[in-house]
């Protein structure tokens, strides 16, 4: 097992600490009640996660991973999924096996961590309060925070250096090609948990650094970096 040094740790949120899909579910089929339109089981509705609520509201209007609904059918529905969604966020929402050990590792490590989602800053805020989880990190930045969301590097880079780690020296935990392909690009190490939302797919063919079994088993992988005189010089 290679452990990894590095000064800070990203980590996404939905189908990496939290099991959502039940109450983006939820959320989804309210929003398809209301257009008359028949509900989805939840898993149909995890399989479309992983690239933020507006392209979830599209997938399940087409049913299609690449489909694209009108742009006034969309803005309906969105104004639905996100009023139903103030009700069910984090109503079945549960943290993963590991979540809370590993961040807790991390921190008695030194490391400085954040949540960095595309999950609405509106949204991510109170789950992640409600889990007893938002104290862990020094900032939760949602996907409205910045124009751009993953698979855009941006977002990671500029929470990087909110914490004040070069690329070179972070670690980013994801559950998805999303997350992997955002932290690639952006040049991190990239750690992901076989357990989320892949958009219906497994993890095994992801470029990635380590397949981790979860946050806790991320934590034993890494520690935290400090500088050598020869770095120095």
Do not use: W
Request: proline share 5%; net charge neutral; charged share 20%.
């Amino acid at each position: 097992m290679r452990i990894h040094e590095a000064q800070a740790v990203l980590i996404d949120l939905d189908g990496t600490l939290l099991d959502t899909a039940a109450d983006l579910a939820a959320a989804v089929n309210l929003m398809l009640s209301d257009l008359d339109r028949p509900t989805l089981a939840q898993a149909q509705v995890a399989a479309s996660v992983g690239k933020g609520a507006e392209v979830l509201v599209h997938r399940v209007l087409t049913g299609r991973a690449d489909g694209r609904a009108s742009e006034r059918e969309h803005a309906h529905a969105m104004q639905r999924f996100l009023h139903h969604y103030q009700s069910t966020n984090g109503l079945h929402a549960a943290p993963y096996p590991g979540v809370r050990e590993g961040i807790e590792a991390m921190l008695s490590a030194g490391l400085r961590l954040a949540c960095v989602t595309n999950k609405p800053q509106a949204f991510a805020d109170p789950l992640l309060a409600r889990q007893d989880l938002a104290r862990c990190f020094e900032f939760v930045q949602g996907g409205d925070a910045l124009p751009f969301k993953k698979p855009d590097p941006r977002p990671l880079l500029h929470a990087a250096a909110r914490l004040g780690a070069p690329a070179s020296r972070t670690v980013a935990i994801g559950d998805s090609l999303n997350d992997a392909q955002a932290a690639r690009a952006a040049a991190m190490t990239v750690f992901i948990v076989p357990y989320g939302y892949n958009e219906g797919a497994g993890v095994q063919s992801l470029d990635v650094d380590a397949i981790v079994d979860s946050i806790a088993d991320a934590a034993r992988r890494v520690r935290l970096y400090r500088p050598r005189s020869s770095d120095q010089t």
